[in-house]
């Protein structure tokens, strides 16, 4: 077997007296879709901070194709291929769409014509070539959670990070982004995302972690998670899996 | 605004001045508003694009002053290398102060505090050193040779100050159409998001911060050569760290020709001020520091802002979705 | 050099000094820990409730103290009408506008100041100013003791006031979660006038436990505000017991290096430590992160 990719090995973290991730371990192979959810509050984002360098682990340590990242800072992971998006988008605000991509696009690009020039490729890709020449600020919430995507995407990551990229959009909206999440693993792109969205999450992920209460409890195809009674009660709580059962109705 | 044409043009204007008046006090006005505005072009640069307000730049402006002063006066240095070597005092101090503030993280009141603080011990310290000539100042010596930096008439002054401005303008449109320009305004839109996209944010600061006062420390170099004198209260007071942030911020913070503009609107009210009350100090702060607040509660984005917006409007591009 | 005699009374000196430190270092950490705002404004406030009180004395012959009673809620309707109409509404809610809103009155104050009363340094006299009480070997001046014990009464009564009056708890449930406050149905913009009131009220009290014993001048209140700023930062930016301690710790350090140091070395000293504390911990020793 290939080694994954990225391979989170026990971390933990600690804020004062809250332990946030509790001896967490996580692998993403090469090139496939891996979900990692949970309930709300069980140290999702936490676990993505400290893998992207925005925080450091308590205890345990994250390998990156092959090499020991902890603690490196984000500006150095970008330039090694690691992107994220962030839960609570963060779009430039001052800057139009394509001034935005474009930051991303840098990276590689020194000249400004160039990146301008390759933010309207991405932004081409994921849709939204259209506004390209608007304020970031006029965009709606399925637009912001576009371009969220799109400058990720500009700095031609290797392993994408992407955390509820789906969240406040509505069924159309998602059905529109699941293909361009595809398209992107398509073209080589590792992908983990952290997703509340259960049906996207069935349909896109090759393999599942659940985090509840900072804990990997469970982990396996999107099938096997979705009947796992350990699953189903650190969502709906202690003993709603065999009450369940016993109503007669299976649930994913 | 696109290219250096704009730019180029307002120059060539500018520099007509000395040939269509002869006035001294229409020279002097201009030459203080032009000192202004290069003043206000390196604090714009770290404050308007980078998104850090500086409350202290007269660090950066008293130590050109007083590292040319102290150099012609006390070793004998020539002028235009004081000149220089003031400039670079000057980057050197911004540097220093940069780095500390930015390795520990300071940003936003924390970051304006701290530079604050810094001038304010510049200027206890200057008042007190005997280098600096203490309370009594620092007295550039007369000598009325271009080698020396000074000149009979006003007009040398106006186009060499002219030209710093000119250079600053440049330089600003250069950044804004660079790489550094964007990590920089990314910087100041949201740090942790530019961070995310490979921006070094803290390296970007630091090298915005130590052109700033490279910027700023020049202005001081001149004030210093055209005055002749400076003392603590000049070169590190609090005056020139408003001023100078004032004028951005009414001609339009983040924007090539905001300082410029704003400079001469400053300096305009100044001068209404005197001619109103006869000149009793504290008067033109006082009307400066309310001219700052109606700014920034009806016209944030300045005397461009609203051209910008104008522009926009007339051209009936939507800034704003349907939702 | 280290004898009792010598000490104690430096030290009992310094706790009074530093009362009223941590007088005007209370109001400071109050509205940052409940507005989030680094008060610029601040020492201006406190140079104008200086004059204020010198010339109530100067004008209506009214001593300080008695001053105190009119002052304190003239400055705190002037706080609470300068965030309510002035700093709120001008800022838009952006912090970068605070700054300079609160930049812009102080130099509109302290210049308003220059220009009205020029540059002279004016003090008071009054008869009693140089009394003293014994207290074993210590001779301390009344004013300073009558400062150190109003300052615990206003810190006591500020305390009675945060734990058992509704607008005391709505200020600190404003200061804790701000959004959940407003969906109480509690009026976030008076509050933070409230707050910002009671800042400024501080600060006339301060000024006038302050004027038997200093002078005034339009940038006294700035060099208090500076040992001010200080103290908070060391204490912990929004932390009450920070400000109290921090100040009376300053003010004993302040009082014993003065014994070995003397005033020269003052006043740099305390920006370096203002600023290395900004430095190395802007959150202080109790406080929030910056």
Not at chain 2, 92 to 98: E, H, R, S, W
Not at chain 3, 157 to 166: E, K, Q, S, V
Request: charged residues 15%; hydrophobic residues 55%.
């Amino acid at each position: 077997m290939t080694e994954p990719l990225l391979r989170v090995e026990n971390v933990s973290r600690r804020f004062g007296g809250l332990l946030a991730v509790d001896q967490a371990s996580l692998t993403a192979e090469a090139g496939q879709i891996t979900a990692l959810i949970g309930p709300n509050g069980a140290g999702k984002t936490t676990l993505f901070s400290i893998i992207t360098g925005f925080l450091q682990p308590s205890q345990g340590r994250i390998v990156y194709d092959g090499a020991d990242i902890t603690g490196v800072p984000p500006h150095r992971l970008a330039r090694r291929g690691i992107a994220r998006t962030f839960q609570i988008v963060q779009p430039f605000v001052g800057l139009t769409v394509r001034e935005n991509i474009a930051v991303g696009a840098h990276l590689s690009r020194p000249a400004r014509t160039d990146a301008l020039a390759a933010a309207g490729d991405v932004a081409r890709a994921v849709g939204l070539d259209a506004s390209l020449d608007r304020p970031a600020s006029s965009l709606t919430v399925a637009g912001r959670k576009r371009l969220e995507l799109a400058r990720a995407l500009a700095i031609e990551p290797r392993l994408l990070l992407l955390d509820e990229v789906l969240a406040g959009l509505n069924p159309s909206e998602i059905r529109d982004m699941v293909p361009v999440i595809l398209a992107i693993r398509d073209r080589g792109v590792t992908i983990v995302m952290i997703e509340h969205v259960m049906q996207a999450v069935m349909s896109l992920a090759g393999h599942v972690f659940v985090l509840s209460e900072g804990r990997i409890i469970a982990e396996g195809s999107p099938q096997a998670i979705a009947g796992d009674p350990r699953v189903v009660e650190a969502y709906l709580g202690k003993g709603a899996a065999a009450r369940m059962t016993a109503a007669g109705g299976a649930h994913a | 605004m696109k290219g250096f044409a704009p730019i180029l043009v307002v120059l060539a204007l500018l520099a007509t001045v000395p040939l269509i008046t002869s006035s001294n006090v229409v020279l002097n006005f201009m030459v203080m508003a032009l000192l202004i505005a290069l003043v206000g072009q390196g604090w714009n640069l770290l404050g308007g694009y980078g998104g850090q307000y500086s409350f202290g730049h007269a660090s950066f402006f008293g130590t050109g002053a007083y590292v040319t002063g102290i150099l012609q006066m006390r070793y004998g240095v020539n002028a235009w290398a004081g000149f220089i070597i003031g400039i670079a005092a000057g980057a050197l101090v911004g540097a220093v102060i940069g780095a500390l503030s930015f390795r520990s993280g300071l940003k936003g009141s924390y970051f304006a505090l701290v530079t604050l603080a810094f001038a304010e011990v510049l200027r206890i310290v200057a008042s007190v050193a005997p280098i600096t000539g203490a309370g009594v100042g620092t007295l550039i010596k007369l000598d009325l040779r271009s080698e020396a930096f000074q000149f009979q008439s006003r007009a040398p002054f106006y186009w060499i100050v002219l030209g710093m401005v000119g250079v600053s303008l440049i330089l600003t449109r250069m950044i804004e159409d660079s790489r550094f320009g964007a990590y920089l305004v990314a910087v100041r839109e949201n740090e942790d998001a530019a961070r995310a996209l490979g921006v070094d944010a803290t390296i970007v600061k630091l090298c915005a911060m130590t052109i700033s006062a490279a910027i700023t420390a020049a202005a001081g170099c001149f004030y210093a050569q055209y005055y002749l004198f400076i003392d603590a209260g000049i070169a590190y007071g609090p005056w020139i760290s408003i001023e100078g942030l004032l004028a951005p911020i009414i001609g339009g913070i983040g924007t090539v020709f905001g300082p410029l503009l704003g400079a001469l609107v400053v300096k305009t009210l100044g001068e209404l001020t005197k001619l109103v009350t006869g000149g009793a100090p504290g008067l033109d702060l006082v009307i400066y520091g309310s001219v700052l607040i109606v700014v920034v509660a009806f016209a944030p984005r300045g005397i461009a802002g609203i051209f910008v917006d104008l522009r926009r409007r007339l051209s009936g591009t939507r800034g704003r979705s349907r939702d | 050099m280290l004898s009792p005699v010598i000490l104690v009374p430096a030290v009992l000196n310094g706790l009074m000094t530093g009362a009223v430190y941590a007088l005007i270092a209370l109001g400071l950490t109050l509205i940052y820990g409940v507005l989030h705002i680094i008060n610029f404004a601040h020492g201006a406030l406190l140079t104008a409730a200086m004059f204020a009180a010198f010339f109530a004395y100067q004008w209506l012959g009214i001593d300080p103290y008695l001053a105190a009673i009119g002052l304190t809620p003239l400055f705190f309707l002037l706080g609470y009408g300068l965030q309510r109409f002035v700093i709120g509404p001008a800022a838009h809610g952006e912090d970068r506008n605070i700054l300079l809103v609160t930049l812009g009155l102080a130099v509109v104050i302290e210049n308003a100041l220059l220009y009205a009363f020029r540059a002279d340094t004016r003090t008071i006299n009054l008869p009693y100013a140089f009394n003293v009480i014994e207290v074993g070997t210590a001779f301390l001046a009344v004013p300073r003791v009558i400062a150190f014990g109003v300052v615990i009464a206003v810190a006591l009564a500020l305390w009675l006031i945060m734990r058992f009056t509704y607008t005391g708890k709505a200020i600190r449930a404003v200061a804790k979660e701000k959004l959940g406050a407003e969906l109480s149905g509690i009026d976030v913009a008076h509050i933070y006038a409230v707050t910002f009131g009671l800042g400024t009220a501080c600060l006339a009290i301060a000024a006038c436990l302050l004027m038997p014993t200093y002078y005034v001048n339009p940038g006294a209140g700035n060099a208090f505000v500076l040992i001010a700023f200080t103290i908070v930062v060391l204490g912990g930016m929004g932390s009450v017991t920070g400000a109290l301690v921090g100040g009376l710790f300053v003010g004993v350090v302040e009082s014993l290096s003065g014994l070995y140091l003397g005033e020269s070395l003052g006043q740099i000293g305390i920006f370096v430590m203002f600023i290395l504390v900004l430095l190395f911990r802007p959150s202080g020793l109790f406080g929030e992160r910056a």
